[in-house]
C-alpha cells in the first residue's frame, strides 16, 4: 500500500494517533465509505487496532459495489473477492456527538495495496489530480438538508421561520456545537422550507475533503437527532407532494491563488477557463443526475417551481436553474452551484462526476449558452432535465467524457446498480417509492 517508507511513516502516525485518541476517552474508529447507491456503510475497529488497520487493511467484500438501496444486490454481485479498507488518518476525527467514538474515511485497495478500480473516493482523487496536473485547483462544498420527525408530534411552522428555529433551538444548537467540536466551518444553520427541514453549510474544501465533510457532517446531524429522540432522512423527497431535500454542490475553479470565476472577460467576470469548465458541467448535466440525483425518488424532487434546479440552463442567481452562477460579495467568494443534486448520491462520484465533465469543457473549449434570467418555466425553448432513471440512463450510456474518467468498472458498476434499482422501482407508485426509499439516506 505505497511505498514501505511511506507505509511506514503511515504507521507511526497511527500509532500516536491511536494514543491520542485513547487519551481523550475513544474506545472505536468507524470506518465509513458510501456505495453505488448513495448508502453509507460502515466497519469499526477498536481504538488499539487502527495502526494494523492503516498499515493492512480491514477486509471488506467487493459485492458492496453491486448493493442497491434496498441492500439486494444488482447481478454481477457476489460471495467472492475481498478488498482492504484503509483509514485515510487526514480525515480522522473524535465524534463529538458519539462519545467514545471516532471516525475516518477509507480508500478501498485491493489485496496488493494497488487502489481498487471501482472505488468512488479514488476517483474523485484522480480527477483532483488531473485538474492540478493543469495547474488548476477547485474549491468545493455542499449545501445539506434534512427532515427530522418525532412520531406523534408533527413539525410546523412557517418556512424559514423563527418559530421552528425557537421549537427546535437546543436541537440546533447541539448540532452547531459538535459540528464546531470537529472542526468544521459552519457558515449557516437554519430552518429551510418544508416543516421540520432544516439546512447547514460549511467551509469549501478541496473535493475529496468536501465529500469526507459532506459525510461527516450528515453522520453528526444523525447522531445529534438520535440523542433528541429525533429520526432524520436526508432522502430526495420524504412526502411525494413536498418539497424535498437538496445536497447543492458549490464549486469554484483556481490557479495560482486566484479564483477564475471572477476577473475574466466572460458572463459575470467568468474566465475563459471557469466558463469552458461550466459548460462542460452543463453540457453532460443530464448524464450527471446518474452521480448527483440517483435515487429511485430522486426524479419527484426534480419539480418546477420548487427551487430545485430542474432545468437545463444557467443563470446568475437563478434558483430554478441546474446551473447556478454566484458572483458573491468579493471575487474569492464567486462559484457555481449545481442545484439538481441531492443527498442520495455518492458525495465522491457526485464531485468527481462534476470535475470530469468541467474537465472535458476545457478540452473542448466550449462556451455557455445563453443565459436564462428569469424563471425558465416562461423562457421559450428552455430544456427540462430527464425526467426519470430510464432517461438518465440513456444520458449517461452516452457520456463518453464520464466513462473516460471513471474507468470500466467503476463506471459498469454504476450503471448495473442504477439500472437494477430502475426495474426495481419501475412499476411502483410515487407514494409507494417514496415509502420505501424515505428512511434509507
Known amino acids: 500500500m505505497g511505498s514501505a517508507q511511506t507505509r511506514a511513516g503511515q504507521a507511526e502516525r497511527a ?16 470506518l465509513g465509505w458510501v456505495d453505488n447507491a448513495g448508502i453509507t456503510r460502515a466497519k469499526a475497529v477498536p481504538v488499539a487496532r487502527l495502526p494494523h488497520a492503516v498499515r493492512h487493511g480491514i477486509g471488506a467484500s467487493p459485492c458492496f459495489d453491486s448493493f442497491l438501496v434496498d441492500d439486494s444486490m444488482a447481478p454481477g454481485g457476489g460471495p467472492v473477492g475481498d478488498l482492504r479498507l484503509v483509514p485515510d488518518l487526514d480525515g480522522l476525527v473524535p465524534l463529538a456527538a458519539q462519545p467514545g467514538w471516532a471516525w475516518a474515511p477509507v480508500d478501498r485497495r485491493t489485496q496488493d495495496g494497488a487502489p481498487h478500480p471501482g472505488c468512488q473516493r479514488w476517483f474523485a482523487r484522480r480527477t483532483e489530480q488531473v485538474l ?23 413539525e410546523d411552522g412557517a418556512a424559514y421561520g423563527m418559530d421552528r428555529l425557537i421549537d427546535r433551538s437546543d436541537y440546533l444548537r447541539d448540532v452547531l456545537r459538535a ?30 475533503r468536501a465529500a469526507d465533510t459532506s ?27 413536498g418539497v424535498g431535500n437538496g445536497c447543492h454542490l ?70 430554478e436553474a441546474a446551473l447556478r452562477l454566484i458572483t458573491g460579495s468579493a471575487p474569492d467568494q464567486a462559484n457555481a452551484e449545481v442545484k439538481c443534486f441531492d443527498a442520495a448520491a455518492n458525495p465522491y462520484l457526485a464531485v468527481g462526476g462534476v470535475l470530469a465533465a468541467g474537465l472535458a469543457g476545457i478540452d473542448a473549449g466550449l462556451r455557455l449558452p445563453p443565459e436564462v434570467p428569469d424563471d425558465p418555466a416562461r423562457s421559450h425553448g428552455v430544456e427540462r432535465l430527464p425526467h426519470g432513471q430510464t432517461a438518465a440512463l440513456a ?37 409507494e417509492t417514496v415509502a420505501a426509499t424515505r428512511w434509507r439516506y
Open 179 to 208: 459540528l464546531t467540536e470537529q472542526h468544521l466551518a459552519v457558515l449557516q444553520i437554519h430552518p429551510e422550507y418544508t416543516p421540520g427541514q432544516f439546512e447547514v453549510s460549511v467551509a469549501a474544501d478541496s473535493p475529496v
Open 15 to 30: 500509532e500516536e494517533a491511536a494514543a491520542e485518541l485513547a487519551a481523550a476517552g475513544v474506545d472505536a474508529v468507524a
Open 250 to 319: 458549490h464549486l469554484s475553479l483556481w490557479q495560482d491563488g486566484h479564483n477564475l470565476h471572477a476577473g475574466g472577460p466572460g458572463p459575470h467576470g467568468l474566465t475563459e477557463q471557469a466558463e469552458a469548465f461550466l459548460a462542460g458541467v452543463l453540457e453532460e448535466l443530464p448524464a450527471l443526475l446518474v452521480l448527483g440525483a440517483p435515487a429511485p425518488s430522486s426524479p419527484l424532487r426534480l419539480v418546477p417551481g420548487r427551487w430545485a434546479g430542474p432545468y437545463r440552463c444557467w443563470g446568475l442567481e437563478n434558483r
Open 215 to 241: 459525510l461527516l457532517v450528515r453522520q453528526t446531524v444523525r447522531a445529534v437527532s438520535a440523542r433528541h429522540g429525533l429520526r432524520v432522512s436526508f432522502a430526495p423527497v420524504v412526502a411525494p407532494d
Open 132 to 154: 492540478a496536473a493543469r495547474g488548476l485547483a477547485a474549491r468545493a462544498g455542499f449545501e445539506i438538508e434534512w427532515v427530522v420527525d418525532r412520531p406523534g408530534e408533527p
Open 395 to 431: 444520458a449517461f450510456r452516452a457520456c463518453a467524457p464520464l466513462r473516460a474518467a471513471m474507468g470500466e468498472e467503476l463506471y459498469r458498476a454504476v450503471l448495473d446498480v442504477r439500472g437494477a434499482e430502475a426495474a426495481l422501482f419501475r412499476e411502483r407508485s410515487p407514494e
